[in-house]
């Protein structure tokens, strides 16, 4: 059992910047990856990064390439999602994900509760 917990939403002004941090605490049967994924009012959860556990593949949603980087510690249990140049657009509730990456796509075992991020004009 894994518990995430996202931190590091908050209200910003277009081209500004924000940095996502989630924490796992608790067991794993076995290695995880970890994502994030977002919805917007009206919108479908959609996935918009994610990282394996041996850090050595990345996805990134076409929405976001060239302003956000997932990363996560060295120890597994730290994930970040850094997004610069922040646009409208990206305004969503942010869901910390932990489970298996396939390509394009997450089985997700386990949510986090969601931070939200709102940019304005």
């Known amino acids: 059992q894994l518990q995430l917990v996202e931190s590091g939403g908050g209200l910003v002004q277009a081209g500004a910047s924000l940095r996502l941090s989630c924490a796992a605490s608790?067991?794993?049967?076995?290695?995880?990856?970890m994502g994030w994924f977002r919805q917007a009012p009206g919108k479908e959860r959609e996935l918009v990064a994610a990282?394996?556990?041996?850090?050595?593949?990345?996805y990134y949603q076409d929405s976001v390439k060239g302003r956000f980087t997932v990363s996560r510690d060295s120890g597994k249990r730290q994930a970040y999602l850094q997004m610069n140049n922040l646009e409208p657009t990206d305004t969503a509730v942010y869901y910390c994900?932990?489970?298996?990456?396939?390509?394009?796509?997450?089985?997700?075992?386990?949510w986090g509760r969601g931070t939200q991020v709102t940019v304005s004009a």
């Open positions: 990282i394996n556990w041996s850090r050595d593949y990345t």
């Open positions: 994900a932990a489970g298996k990456i396939l390509a394009s796509e997450m089985n997700v075992q386990y």
């Open positions: 608790g067991r794993a049967n076995s290695n995880f990856a």
